[in-house]
């Protein structure tokens, strides 16, 4: 495992229109976030399925379940971004400061942190089950990025957001994400996951003239079961998940009248040709 400091990665800056939707902010213009694309194109049935599981367990105990969620999602990824900032030659310096100091963490109680944290113990199984080792195969071989925001500018499309890890993950130039999850977490439940790689895949390969074949899934739940689970996407499989977001993107497009350009393509009319997907 080796950084390769092949690539000049952005820094851009995150920010909250009135309706508190994330965007980034590309030189002069703000543009919507992946997550923000998915999260306000889901289907009926998901968006039902939440409003239902909030009206089981009540508002204000499902709030406080989505920000145990949140922070337990940004300690692991600190963990784990330590451990990957710490392998960096001298010689390449940091492309990005730390999101969060576990050890100066003020929001955090202090009742909360401990010398082996529930987000620890996470970071670690990703680390040495995901990262470094799969069965007997040494999968993480490159890394370029970690961190990196990524954005896609045109006349067609426009979308950015932050990808966890890129680099070459068993031989193949990858997108890598890493999730914690409450309980394990079914393949049929990843969709959003999988749709979000892709949109990074695009991205990617946009700015730096990458071949990006391959999307990579770590998740690890909670002690005690610390269970980890690992899913690839590549090839034929990736390119349906990158047309599936770019119809996720015409849906935000029109949801939101979020035309780049006035014209047919930009009311929500893309093909995956405008953008080199086969």
Not at 162 to 168: A, V
Request: charged share 30%; net charge positive.
């Amino acid at each position: 495992m080796k950084w390769i400091n092949d690539f000049k990665y952005h820094t851009l800056s995150k920010i909250k229109d009135i309706n508190g939707l994330r965007l980034y902010k590309v030189g002069n213009k703000n543009i919507p976030s992946v997550t923000t694309i998915l999260d306000q194109t889901k289907s009926s049935k998901d968006k039902e399925s939440l409003l239902r599981w909030r009206k089981n367990v009540g508002e204000k105990e499902a709030d406080k379940i989505i920000r145990k969620s949140l922070l337990r999602g940004t300690r692991m990824h600190s963990f784990i971004e330590k451990y990957l900032v710490n392998l960096k030659p001298k010689t390449i310096n940091p492309q990005i400061s730390l999101n969060l100091d576990i050890n100066n963490d003020e929001k955090a109680q202090p009742e909360v942190i401990s010398p082996l944290m529930d987000e620890q113990l996470m970071a670690d199984k990703i680390i040495f089950k995901g990262l470094n080792k799969y069965g007997e195969i040494k999968n993480l071989q490159e890394i370029w990025g970690n961190e990196v925001n990524l954005f896609y500018d045109s006349s067609l499309l426009q979308f950015a957001g932050t990808c966890d890890l890129c680099g070459i993950y068993e031989d193949r130039q990858s997108i890598i994400d890493f999730k914690s999850s409450g309980k394990e977490k079914k393949i049929e439940h990843c969709e959003d996951y999988f749709l979000q790689t892709a949109a990074y895949a695009i991205a990617h390969d946009y700015l730096y003239k990458t071949q990006i074949t391959q999307a990579v899934l770590l998740i690890c739940t909670p002690p005690p079961q610390l269970l980890f689970t690992r899913y690839l996407i590549k090839d034929s499989e990736l390119e349906n998940y990158k047309k599936s977001f770019l119809e996720r993107v015409k849906q935000y497009n029109i949801l939101t009248n979020n035309n780049p350009v006035n014209n047919k393509k930009s009311q929500g009319i893309l093909n995956e040709s405008d953008f080199n997907i086969k």
